[in-house]
């Protein structure tokens, strides 16, 4: 299987380290929006190309990882490109995934293409997680923990406000909450109630740092509505102890049994993640292969990480899987 890789930030170099774990994938080129000789990759023969030059390459392709962002790449890309490719992409802004599975959907159908779309851990493993809790335990309740880890977009909401010369923000659950979760009380859980969040702050020289915490504090959508600690550091403290892309989190199923609703069960899948990129772009090349499978099947479409059989995931046989996975 060939692919090509569009974008070089972060995700992208996790899928290019991910490659060399999956024998039967080939990292082919790399498409880049910059100048093409500013691009240095670590795979030696991989080719970088303009992404203006990305149609000549119709057919040389198996399937182009899409590694953009969500709030303004990928909208665009993932249905302009699933016209020409199979493609695959780690769109995470959940309220919008019908909207984007609708276009890709009809982009992809048109070209004769297949393209799987919201792929990582969430939206992605945490997402089948959920399915499989709310299949097993139809009476029950839903509980998503996210962290300790670095979120990159809080991250950046937090760098782009006047006098930060850098950030990172953790998203940390409330322990009390998730004990009483894991503990099957089904506890009703406000925002606030269930993560708080924790910045560290380099400010620039002279920084009112009052107002600036005071900002990150009261941001909408992003800390408003969550408890908020905010932490100034110089840039030394920041490279040694912050230098990481951590994350993880918990989905948790709690639910009801018997006649009686009598026994109760509790259903967690965990992560803890050192790389949060290079985890979501080990799952982005399992889907790969898996929609890879699914066109010389001569399926065409859009997919999510719900309709993909897990055997497809995987790059071993039938016969082996049943004899040493079942």
Known sequence: MKIAILGYGNLAKGV???VRQNDDIELKYVFTRRDPSTVSVKTEGV?????????NYKDRIDVLVLCGGSATDLPEMTPKYAKDFNVIDSFDTHA??????????EAAKEGGHIALISCGWDPGMFSVMRLFG??????????????????????????RIKGVKNAKQYTIPVPEALAKV?????????????????????????????????????????????????HFISQEEFDRDHGGI?????????GTTGFDKENRHVVEFSLKLDSNPEFTASVLLAYTRAIYRLHKEGQMGCRTVF????????????????????
């Not at 080719?47 to 149609?55: C, L, N, P, R």
């Not at 708080?196 to 740092?209: M, P, S």
Request: glycine share 8%; hydrophobic share 35%; aromatic share 8%.
């Open 182 to 230: 894991r503990a099957g009380e089904d506890p009703v859980l406000t925002t606030r109630q269930k993560h708080t969040r924790e910045c560290f702050v380099v400010a620039e020289d002279g920084a009112d740092i009052e107002k600036i915490e005071n900002e990150i504090k009261t941001m909408p959508n992003y800390f408003d509505e969550y408890d908020t600690t905010v």
């Open 47 to 55: 080719e970088v190309k303009s992404v203006d030059e990305i149609g």
């Open 307 to 326: 309709d993909i059989a897990p055997a497809y995931l995987i790059a071993s046989t039938g016969d082996e899987i049943r004899a040493h996975l079942l």
């Open 134 to 159: 709310n299949a097993l335990l139809p009476d029950g309740n839903d509980y998503t923990f996210w962290g300790r880890g670095v979120s990159q977009g809080h991250s950046d909401a937090v760098r």
């Open 16 to 18: 290019e380290s991910a």
């Open 246 to 254: 951590p994350h993880g989190g918990s989905v948790i199923r709690t």
């Open 96 to 105: 919008k995934i019908p909207e984007h599975f609708a276009k890709v959907d």
